[in-house]
């Protein structure tokens, strides 16, 4: 996809950087494949992100409780109540797709009997 | 010989140098922030269920040139499956209209927190089995086929090895992540190995993994290339339409990035990631075992031999735990996305892909 061409243009910014760009852009590429594919930055990067998720985990789950208390003194629903009502309506979806299949089916035979006729 | 001509700056060469680059710039920021037109193929909407919505495209082949047996595409879970229908012109989807067949998508929407428990027993239990059932019912046809590609891949290969018997004839499985016995073949599998990295302290701290994080992770895989070699190879092609139209469309898939249902990210890397359940015969949906051998349809495998998500050691050894008499590897040289939306597919994937079909359309 890329075609490179050979007009040297001094003033642009990138220009400055191509030649070195493109002699080092292959072993830097492959150099930082590598990288990432080492253990020492699997332990790096895991370590990194459970440490992060460890520490915030109680500020997270102090703000919901709070927010949960909040909405429940304010006879407003919560979070947990949208789940539940997403999941019933999503069982309703479920019970009228099932009902639209049994009806396709039912009606097949009078569609094929009307097209002979 | 001139100034210009050695390439020495003139005074007027330095302002008209000027004015290119600030328009080049222009046209870069615009690139980068506003959406191409993709997936612009007409379809009907035919069926939905929670977020997801399955369409018909409408054919282009005249009637006595068209393909018997339905085909489905199934796509990632991750990421809009409008790369499959990327721009008039380069779009695999407008490539199969032309050759005559049905061709239906299934777009799996984007989760909300309330869909953060889906796992992959709902989609290849709950989802796929009523929109075959609608395929089938709109068509009339008991057979159909079935393209799954990535994490849309495996779904297909979970559901095609439970409900055998469903119809489906033939399957196309791209890039499918199946096999995680090598531990060691992609920076996903080393990465999710490490016990360090733990999917469940992310699900309770997300609900469902959030888009970015997931296109970071793949795009961190290939650092040089993603974050810095792409926008370089824009800046090089700039002035260049038919480079600057392809770049855009596929930007414009890139930075649609989706959420990944919690549930379905916590099985995906706890069961087959960490534990391989799927190769080790331990995995069951819903209670029901999983069993490769049970996979009966036509299999075509798609590898990408420089893929670094799927590596085509993920994918070649599943298929020959699958039940199928009629199987085939086709190898392809190029990336994960590559092989399919890439400027050589309209040449080697997807003339493959479509006589395969072809030859199996009865």
Known sequence: MSEKTDTFKPFDPTEMFKSMRDTNMDAWSKMMIQLVNTDAYSEATGTMLDTWLTSSGPFRKAVEKAMTQVLTNLSMPTRADFFSLAERLTNIEMRLDDLEAKLDQSLRPVGKAATKA | MTATETGNPTMPNVYEELLKIAGNSQTFQ????????????????????????????????????????????????????????????????????????DLYLLDWGTPGPEDSALKFDDYALEYLPRVTRKIKSVTGSDKFSMLGWCLGALISTLYASLRPNDGLKNLILLTAPLDFSDKTSSGFSRWTSNPAFDPDKIIDAFGNVPGEMVDYGAKALKPVENFIGTYLNLWDNINNPKV???????????????????????????????????????????????????????????????????????????????????????????????????????????????RWLAARDT
């Not at chain 2, 949906?285 to 051998?293: F, I, K, S």
Request: aromatic share 8%; with cysteine.
């Open chain 2, 30 to 101: 615009r690139l980068m922030l506003t959406d191409a037109k993709i997936a612009q193929t007409p379809k009907k909407l035919i069926w939905t269920l929670n977020k997801a919505k399955l369409f018909r495209y409408e054919p282009v082949a005249p009637e006595d040139k068209r393909r018997r047996i339905p085909l489905l595409m199934v796509f990632a879970i991750m990421n809009r499956p409008h790369v499959l229908d990327l721009r008039p012109g380069h779009s695999f989807t407008e490539y199969m209209l032309k050759f005559g067949y």
């Open chain 2, 244 to 354: 600057v139209e392809s770049w855009h469309a596929m930007n414009t898939w890139v930075r649609d990035v989706i959420p990944m249902p919690g549930g379905a990210y916590r099985q995906l890397i706890n069961e087959f990631y960490k534990q391989n359940r799927l190769m080790e015969g331990k995995l069951a949906l819903r209670g029901e075992p999983v069993d490769l051998a049970k996979l009966t349809a036509s299999v075509l495998t798609v590898t990408a031999d420089v893929d670094h998500i799927t590596p085509p050691c993920q994918s070649a050894g599943a298929v020959e735990r699958m039940g199928s008499k009629d199987k085939e590897i086709f190898r392809v040289h190029g990336g994960h996305i590559g092989i399919m939306a890439g400027s050589g597919a309209e040449k080697t994937t997807w003339p493959h892909i479509e």
